[in-house]
């Protein structure tokens, strides 16, 4: 299995532009979330959705939006992208038991210029 | 709220000897408890959890944790380190009492020296 696939790995936007970042995974997971992971700062929340047609805001959900049209995707996108959002993003799933532990992709470095 | 801290930004210790890396928590209700490792450029990997039952709880590579209710605690301890244990270490906690997603605390980078 692929298990969670994050693309791309690295993107540089400039001020102002919008992006979609991409999360897939194969694991028939409901759960699935992004988090951003900043030095110091260890993961925070962004946003989370418990199943298909279903999302929620996290810890630190503006300028960011998500969609849920299937199990498998969860794209996060950015509506216009500022210096604060440069970061390491992470999409992460697991299964609807609260006990699961979540699987995590390796990552989308974004800088914003 | 739900509240992770993880006191030590780093830890340095010695191939061969014990390590513990420290995680105390805060919840209303009862907690479910976890512990991932990030290796550079990677995303996070499951090492082990605390649901309930045994409070000593043994996952990969040879970690295990023991949940203390009384100190609020979830430490993460290896009885002999080694070089490539040398990552990034993250705890998380989830609150029962509510629908409430995981938090992670800031992490602790371990570095074990040869």
């Known amino acids: 299995n692929a298990g969670v696939t994050q693309t791309p790995k690295f993107q540089v936007l400039k001020t102002g532009q919008s992006m979609t970042l991409q999360c897939a995974q194969d694991?028939?997971?409901?759960?699935m979330s992004w988090y951003r992971q900043d030095p110091g700062m260890g993961l925070r929340l962004i946003h989370y959705s418990v199943g298909a047609g279903i999302t929620d805001q996290g810890e630190v959900p503006n300028g960011y939006n998500v969609s849920r049209s299937t199990t498998e995707d969860f794209p996060l996108r950015l509506l216009s992208a500022a210096p604060s959002q440069t970061s390491v993003y992470f999409c992460a799933s697991r299964e609807g038991r609260d006990s699961s532990p979540l699987h995590f992709g390796n990552g989308t470095r974004l800088t914003v210029t | 709220a739900q509240s992770v801290a993880q006191p030590e930004d780093q830890v340095n210790v010695a191939e061969g000897n014990p390590l513990t890396v420290k995680c105390t928590y805060s919840?209303?209700?009862?907690?479910?408890l976890f512990w991932y490792v990030q290796y550079p450029n990677r995303g996070l990997q499951f090492l082990l959890k605390?649901?309930?039952?045994?409070?000593l709880v043994k996952g990969s590579y040879g970690f295990e944790a023991e949940f203390n209710k009384s100190q609020t605690s979830f430490h993460l301890k290896k009885p002999s380190a080694l070089v490539s244990d040398s990552a990034l270490y993250f705890c998380a906690v989830r609150d029962l009492s509510g629908n409430t997603p995981l938090v992670f605390g800031k992490g602790t980078r371990l570095s074990v020296i040869a």
């Open positions: 605390y649901i309930t039952g045994d409070n």
């Open positions: 919840v209303s209700g009862n907690p479910y």
């Open positions: 694991m028939n997971h409901e759960y």
